[in-house]
């Protein structure tokens, strides 16, 4: 319990900071991000520039301590301002919309990449110099590849040339409408094939390298060779033995590549025009909609930072020496 | 010039066909925009170079406006190496200067950064950049590059910093400060020294880094996209439609570009890695003896058994090998 207290004492910190910059950016940055705003839309209303005063800084709203803790009751409450593109509909409302598409894409997409790296790795690991070992630096290649790269390729091959899967938007909107019927699902599975699929083949190879490498050092260790001498059967020195003290690392790890491999679903959402945050953020940078951005940012880093902390519960459930450390 | 020699005589394949590669791609900076064949931003107004199939006038066909390709993305390499190796450069000076730091001064100092850099760590980078280049965006190369060396530090200086300490306790540090050599002397000549592999490989994954991210920030359309980048040239690729209109030698050799360099430095990478631990080498897993695949994980072979559980083929082909001059059953192996 300790040691999940301390990490939350951490991610809030964290979470603080990225409050912190998302409040100073505006105020620090050249120019005045309003007033270049107001001139891009000159029919806002007098509520609305208001508003963008609040977020972005600008106008007479008292002191700067006074800006500072009312932004950050602001950003408690979810109230992230009034879109400007899409004027008045509030911001929280357009990340509501968009949030479930990617949260079931990329998570879902991120935990198959790393369970199928991971044993992947093990394997490699384990066969050192063996056919999957070798093949390591191919799917190097693959990892180096940009996400919205080879999601370029996929459309153009398998959806223009091949028409195997439906490329572009979450779903049908001819033949279906969001709910929970099997018609929706079906063709929601259908349009995240090919973006689950980018995201899987590019992200493996380094969970793969990486749980290798931890894999070849635990081999090392004296248990693992004791256990062979004992005659255990393959089979568990490699998974009992072996594999489960390697996963640590390879935990640790994954909340760490989270935010890498986020990052690389968000440009991938843009090349499929999934209606996921990427795509959304991409018409934000594109209209210059700054309250948007920063709403987009800060949602982007408190599921990073929830998502670490799932990882953190993990790890103490799987290994006991940070139960033990916190026993004693 | 020995030295050299056999540094790479000792280098991994790994790493050198990743150095091979990356110095094709560096070479290519330097003097490809030279012999670039056209002007890359020139827009040849004829007809039939519209969007045209590659040719012998034009390698790489050309874009919408008549653009030649080859041209951009020799121009387009230089521009995304430059920026990756000035941002590899300052953002790794960074993390040195603060993992050592952090790890030479201990106490409230050490907590401090370690923690700053550890938040930095799990907020994820590229929305944060989008943030501030959409602030900044106009005003050309250098917001990129500065605002991406000031987020790649992290991860170089954590590593950095765990290093320092074990190195800081060794008894060499301890004989020099007991013979009174000031600080920065002990940081410069004592402790850089021995971290100089761990250096270069914070180096070529801030490269890496700057490399992908750049080319990312580009394709949102967060660059100078009057100048041409690997980035640059897939945006316009992508907002000009070559995807949907078939012209895969628009987009494909850019792309092709990016995944080539971002090769080359990880297995540079893991190559200086391997340098630093042999034992994770993929060639000295398994080794052939007697004839028998055995792998670093199974215990130690027994000759008798290897050549004993051939089939009767094999054991007779087997007997006019060289291997079977360790065996200590007869030539033929036993008949089962």
Excluded: C
């Amino acid at each position: 319990m300790q040691f999940i207290l301390r990490r939350l004492a951490f991610y809030l910190v964290a979470a603080w900071v990225a409050i912190t910059l998302n409040f100073f950016i505006p105020r620090a940055m050249p120019g005045n991000p309003v007033e270049s705003v107001i001139a891009k839309y000159p029919d806002l209303t007098t509520s609305a520039e208001k508003a963008l005063e609040l977020m972005l800084g600008g106008g007479n709203q008292g002191s700067l301590w006074h800006q500072y803790v009312t932004y950050l009751g602001h950003v408690f409450t979810f109230n992230f301002g009034t879109d400007i593109a899409n004027f008045p509909t509030p911001v929280s409302t357009l990340l509501a919309q968009s949030i479930p598409w990617t949260l079931t894409l990329v998570g879902v997409a991120t935990v198959i990449a790393f369970l199928v790296g991971t044993a992947l790795g093990i394997l490699a690991g384990w066969r050192q110099g063996g056919w999957l070992d070798r093949s390591l630096p191919g799917l190097m290649f693959l990892q180096a590849v940009p996400y919205f790269f080879l999601a370029l390729v996929l459309v153009d091959v398998v959806g223009i040339e091949l028409h195997w899967l439906p490329v572009g938007q979450g779903y049908n909107g001819q033949t279906t409408q969001p709910g929970w019927t099997l018609t929706f699902i079906g063709s929601a599975v259908q349009h995240a094939i090919l973006p689950a699929f980018t995201i899987v083949i590019t992200s493996i190879a380094g969970w793969m390298l990486q749980m290798r490498n931890v894999m070849i050092t635990t081999i090392g260790e004296d248990y693992v060779v004791a256990a062979q001498a004992k005659g255990l059967p393959s089979r568990r020195v490699v998974y009992t033995y072996a594999a489960r003290n390697a996963l640590l690392p390879q935990l640790q790890g994954f909340g760490l590549a989270l935010g890498f491999v986020v990052s690389g679903a968000l440009i991938m959402e843009i090349v499929f025009a999934y209606p996921g945050i990427g795509l959304l953020l991409l018409n934000a940078v594109s209209s210059d909609d700054f309250p948007l951005m920063q709403a987009i940012f800060l949602v982007i880093t408190f599921t990073v930072l929830i998502a670490n902390l799932i990882v953190d519960m993990v790890i103490v459930f799987v290994d006991p020496r940070v139960r033990a450390r916190e026993a004693a | 010039m020995s030295t050299v020699a056999n540094i790479w005589r000792n280098l991994p394949l790994k790493a050198k066909v990743g150095a091979v590669l990356f110095g094709i791609f560096l070479l290519t900076a330097i003097i490809g925009p030279e012999l670039a064949p056209y002007d890359p931003s020139f827009q040849n107004p004829a007809p039939n170079l519209l969007m045209a199939h590659p040719s012998a006038q034009h390698w790489l066909g050309t874009t919408q406006v008549g653009q030649d390709v080859f041209s951009q993305l020799l121009d387009g390499i230089r521009q995304t190496i430059v920026l990756a190796l000035l941002v590899g450069i300052i953002a790794t000076a960074l993390s040195v200067i603060v993992g050592v730091t952090s790890a030479f001064l201990g106490g409230l100092w050490d907590e401090f950064l370690s923690l700053l850099s550890n938040v930095f760590l799990v907020i994820p980078a590229l929305p944060l950049l989008i943030l501030l280049l959409g602030y900044l965006s106009g005003r050309g190369q250098w917001p990129t590059i500065i605002v991406l060396s000031v987020l790649g530090w992290p991860w170089g200086a954590r590593v950095i910093r765990a290093q320092t300490l074990t190195i800081r306790n060794r008894d060499f540090v301890a004989a020099a400060r007991e013979s009174g050599e000031k600080s920065w002397r002990i940081i410069a000549f004592d402790i850089i020294p021995n971290e100089v592999s761990l250096i270069a490989a914070s180096f070529v994954n801030t490269v890496l880094y700057a490399i992908a991210t750049s080319v990312a920030l580009a394709f949102v359309g967060l660059a100078d996209l009057n100048s041409w980048s690997l980035g640059t040239i897939l945006y316009w690729a992508e907002s000009q439609q070559a995807l949907q209109l078939g012209a895969w030698w628009w987009f494909v050799p850019p792309g092709l570009a990016v995944a080539l360099i971002g090769t080359s430095l990880v297995l540079l990478n893991s190559g200086i890695d391997e340098l630093g631990n042999p034992r994770l080498r993929a060639s000295r897993g398994m080794e052939r003896v007697a004839g028998h695949r055995v792998w670093a994980t199974d215990p130690t072979p027994v000759l008798s058994q290897l050549s004993s559980s051939r089939t009767r083929v094999a054991a007779f082909l087997h007997s006019f090998s060289r291997g079977s001059l360790l065996d200590e059953t007869p030539a033929g192996g036993e008949l089962r």
